[in-house]
């Protein structure tokens, strides 16, 4: 038996009895030397960072091409920092899970160590400690996989939230939302002798990096006014030369942590291999579990330095490029078609992405979102093949039965993915004179299926518990009132605000002619048990019709 708190290099052989391979660096030693002089902060410390961005680092130490690891601020869930970095000495242990059902198990010690950053209003000391970290000279990089919701300031109705509402009045001192921590943090650097430094977004959406800036000058400007900056900071974190916002596309399917993997993992003799579940529902354990395909390309904007992202495979480039690469990802050639998969998956009771690879019609579905509707209107990156990235997404990737992904974590947030995942690509067609967004037809028909999703009502007549999305409470108000059994019931005035919304969409369905469409394909949906899947069926067989 061997844990993963074990002295693995005198006990490599157990490691190795296990199938686990361990670094060549000597942890307490790295720890050490970032506490010193750190170099990378990342904020977020859940399942994607510790399957990719520790790897990286753990990578790069063991290659001779650093010597300094990652320092973890979680900004969520104290019992992520308590429970897991603080009980497994900060250590990770990564399966990869191939298609073919063999695994590689690699030990990270790269993360030097892990701070909670909560509410400072409530227990500034992570404050206070990452802080002490951001006025050192010697950092290069705070990164982030915070999700795209860790962005936003303000609600539906454009309000600020309340917390932010309050750093706004209250200043810098004591942040509560984890942007004004941000400002907060750049400030004390700034005061410190204003140093530059990179902000690093690696969240899973379009413009990441401008959305960080927008989010971060937002706040700096709101406390300008207020007094408690002046114009000296705003010129800081205006001034690329001082703090860089460098543009990225990150892409590695990393769910949740699998019982399966837990159980071959005991098996192997591994005693870490229980999962926690905290209280404010993450799901995280010593292991984490993630897929072999994998990419990141980074915007080369580092005024103070960076690691050798380079050299584990990050592919660093310009700002166009990274641009192009990740609108295919993040608007055709991936994310419009996980999506997909989670709305229909969650309302069709299906328990894997994979398991939804089986059903012909749904592959249909997604191979005519990607292939068909987004592929024509998006930019070769070059870096990467649009068309080779759907095939082995729709062939390799998605179909894998070991990486143990659902629809429902998928699902979470879906309002404030639709504006990337669909809008940008109706926007091509619009943008585009050979082109007529009223020639989409299964765009629009996902976005109907949203619609009767947020009624929390499955295909069978049955009640689900739709996955957690800050709008949805006010979505499903507008169409918790339909009933199955008619589909002639007029939706239009129920609809009307969520489809004309471009704070969800980034533009109005009915401007651009689709409103009328998805209000169509919703009321064929509302005509009975079945009607999802029939609709589906009928739209693919349309489409057939007039293909041949």
Partial sequence: MVKITDDYSTDKAAFDKAAIKVPSYNQKDVTAKTLESPHWVH???????????????SHLIDAGKADTGIIVAETYDDAVVSDIYGKYDNRILRVITKADGTQDRELFGSVAKAIYAGPAT???????????????????VASFSITEKGYHLKNGAGEFFPPVARDLENGPAKPENNMSLLVSLLFA??????TPITMMSTDNFS????????????????????????????????????????????????????????????KDGFEDADITHTEKHT???????????????????????????????????DRDTVNAADEMKVTTCLNPLHTALAIYGSILGFKSISSELQNKDLVALIKQIGYVEGLPVVKDPKVINPQKFIDELVTKRLPNPYIPDTPQRIATDTSQKLSVRYGVTIQHYVDDANRDPKSLNFIPLVI????????????????????????????????????????????????????????????????????????????????????????????????AQKTD
Avoid: C
């Fill in 43 to 57: 904020f977020g410390g859940g399942n994607l960072f510790r399957a990719f961005h520790a790897g990286i680092a």
């Fill in 122 to 140: 409530q227990d500034a000391s992570g404050f206070e400690a990452l802080k002490a970290i951001f006025e050192k000279d010697s950092l290069q």
């Fill in 189 to 194: 650097r700034f005061n410190a002798g204003a």
């Fill in 207 to 266: 413009q990441n990096g401008d959305r960080l800036k927008e989010s971060v000058m937002t706040i700096a400007k709101a406390w300008q006014d207020k007094g408690f900056v002046g114009q000296d900071f705003i010129d800081y974190i205006s001034d690329p030369k001082k703090v860089g916002f460098p543009l990225s596309m990150i892409d590695r399917i990393t769910p949740n942590p699998s019982d399966s993997i837990s159980d071959s993992l005991k």
């Fill in 283 to 317: 799901n995280i354990a010593a292991f984490t579990n993630t897929e072999e395909a994998h990419y990141l390309v980074v915007e080369d904007d580092f005024p103070n330095g960076r690691p050798a992202f380079e050299a584990d495979g990050v592919i660093m480039t």
């Fill in 448 to 543: 109907a299926t949203w619609l009767r999703y947020l009624m929390g009502i499955n295909d069978k007549g049955e009640t689900f518990e739709p996955s957690p999305d800050p709008m949805f409470d006010e979505l499903h108000e507008k169409v918790a009132g339909f009933k199955l059994g008619s589909s002639d019931v007029d939706v239009h005035d129920a609809v009307k605000g969520i489809l004309s919304n471009t704070g969800i969409f980034g533009l109005d369905l009915y401007k651009v002619g689709l409103g009328d469409k998805v209000e169509a394909y919703f009321k064929q949906m509302l005509a009975g048990e079945g009607a999802i899947v029939k609709t589906l069926e009928d739209t693919l067989a349309a489409k």
